[in-house]
Structures are given as structure tokens and as C-alpha cells.
């Protein structure tokens, strides 16, 4: 990944009460999304994402730029993400901050289900807590109703996908196990319902174990393609993944706001500190290592 610096007046620590974009032009996330009709086809990030994370094409390469911050990147690999690549690059852009910067996201509304004749949702109505759980109505859904409607998404009527009332973000393809606030966190990160309701320092966290995955996964990758012995690599790679504690379970959790992961889900319990750093653990969220 590769970074070129154009102005940086919307990445200072202070927010002012007006903030000047860069390119107003291009607050309009369907306005960027346009400007990709020429975007090289071999590219890894599609451009819906890059457009979502507030890039635009600049018509060179694989290069794009903020709307916002002005920030540009470029030499895009497999595994990038759009919104962990702006927030690494420019930590401080205000529509990465999730600050009101008058983005105008793309309406992906709900367009009549002939299926089940659905009427199109409209976003602003499902500001209300209620409001989004009620669209739950005689839905079968794998996650409780109540903990999606809370994360800010509401139901399309179609099978178990779900659209966020305030990014108008969509999920589907959902698991038992999954949590609706570390999905959006995961997908979503800018949206500022996220930011306002579980703070940066959550969504930060699981960016990050997004990326150790995603690492991990290069690593034994590279480790498998090595002269080692495979009986030895597999040992190995088991012990990686027990817990530290008890030496028994696998690694189930991860630490907040560290970002360690070091204990199973029941040794976790005990634990106020991480018993790597130290640090107080404000939070433990399950994961799971492949």
C-alpha cells in the first residue's frame, strides 16, 4: 500500500464547528462511486467499498483520494480493506472519525419485494429503536431481534439481511454466533451511529483483530510452503492456538481494549488484566481462530 499526502487541514486533532472539505463535490458517495468506470478490473478492493470508505478514482492506476481529508492511496493487495486502509493511513480524517462531514451515503433502500409485496423501507424513518425492531415482525432470524435492532439495522424482509438505518450499511449471511455490533464494526467502521454508541476505541479493536487474522492466516500460509516437517508445522500451529492458562482449550477471546488474545473462554473469566500487558480489560469479546 502506498501513501501520497495532499493536504492535510481536515487531519488536525481540533474539530472546528465548519469543517472545510477538500472536495465537496465529492461528498455525494454515489458521485465517487461514478468515478470508478474505469477502475483496472484486476484491482482486489471493489470500488462500492472504496466509495463507502470515501475514495474517489483520480483516473491513474489504482490510485483514489478522500473527499474529505484529501489523503490518497494506491498499489491496493489482496486482503485490503478500504476503511482499515484510510484509518491506518489517516487516522485523523474527520469522516473516518465519524464527525458529521455531510457524506450523503447511497440509499440502498428496499425496493418492492414482488415475493412478499414489501413496501421500500425509508431510512429515516427507522431512527427509532422500536421502529427497526418492529420490521423483525415474523422474520426468522438467527440473531435476536432486539440486539440487531439496537446496533442500528433493521430487516429488508428478505431472508436475514439487514440494512443499517444511519450508513445504510447491509449484512446477511449471519451465524448463531455472531455479534450485530462487531459486524457493523467490522464492515462499517465509519459509520458515526457505531462510532457514537460503542466508541473509536471499539471499532479501533476490531479493526485490529481483523487484521491479525488476516496476518495469522498469511503466516501459516508461508509457514506450510517452508521446509519444515508438516508433522511439526501442525504441532505447532496447535500450540499457537491453546491457551496460555490452561494449555488444554483453544483461544477464544479477545481482550479490549489490547487487542490480545490469550485465553480460552472459561479461563478468561477469572481475569481482570491482560496477563500479557497488564492492562485492565474493559471488555472480552469471543472470536474465532481458524
Known amino acids: 500500500m502506498a501513501v501520497s499526502c495532499c493536504h492535510r487541514r481536515c487531519c488536525s486533532r481540533r474539530f472546528p464547528e465548519t469543517v472545510r472539505l477538500l472536495f465537496p463535490h465529492m461528498r455525494n458517495e454515489e458521485a465517487r462511486l461514478r468515478t470508478f468506470s474505469s477502475w ?25 483520494q478522500c473527499f474529505c481529508c484529501g489523503g490518497r492511496l494506491n498499489g491496493w493487495e489482496p486482503g485490503d480493506s478500504a476503511w482499515s486502509e484510510h484509518s491506518k493511513h489517516y487516522p485523523n480524517c474527520y ?12 440509499q440502498t433502500g428496499i425496493e418492492e419485494d414482488a415475493s412478499n409485496n414489501r413496501r421500500a423501507i425509508d431510512p429515516a424513518l427507522m431512527q427509532n429503536f422500536e421502529a427497526r425492531r418492529a420490521t423483525f415482525a415474523g422474520v426468522r432470524h438467527p440473531i435476536d431481534h432486539e440486539r440487531l435492532a439496537r446496533a442500528g439495522f433493521y430487516s429488508t424482509g428478505r431472508g436475514d439481511a439487514v440494512l443499517c438505518f444511519h ?39 476490531i479493526q485490529y483483530i481483523m487484521k491479525q487474522s488476516l496476518s495469522s492466516a498469511d503466516f501459516c500460509l508461508f509457514n506450510f510452503m517452508s521446509d519444515e516437517d508438516p508433522l511439526e508445522k501442525l504441532q ?8 496460555k492458562i490452561c494449555m488444554d482449550r483453544d483461544i477464544a477471546i ?29 471488555q472480552k469479546i469471543k472470536t474465532y481462530i481458524a
Open 40 to 64: 483496472p478490473n484486476r484491482t482486489p478492493v471493489r470500488p462500492r467499498d472504496l466509495a463507502q470508505a470515501g475514495f474517489f478514482y483520480v483516473g491513474q492506476s489504482d490510485k483514489v
Open 95 to 106: 469522516f473516518i472519525l465519524g464527525h458529521d462531514v455531510g457524506n450523503i451515503p447511497i
Open 167 to 205: 450508513c445504510s450499511g447491509g449484512l446477511n449471511n449471519w451465524q448463531p454466533e455472531e455479534d450485530p455490533w462487531v459486524e457493523h464494526a467490522k464492515h462499517y467502521p465509519g459509520c458515526s451511529f457505531l462510532l457514537a454508541n460503542k466508541g473509536p476505541e471499539f471499532v479501533n479493536s
Open 236 to 243: 505447532r500451529l496447535q500450540r499457537e492456538k491453546q491457551c
Open 254 to 282: 479477545v481482550f479490549i481494549p489490547c487487542a490480545h488474545l490469550v485465553a480460552c473462554e472459561n479461563c478468561s473469566q477469572a481475569l481482570n488484566k491482560c496477563p500479557i500487558c497488564c492492562q485492565d480489560i474493559t
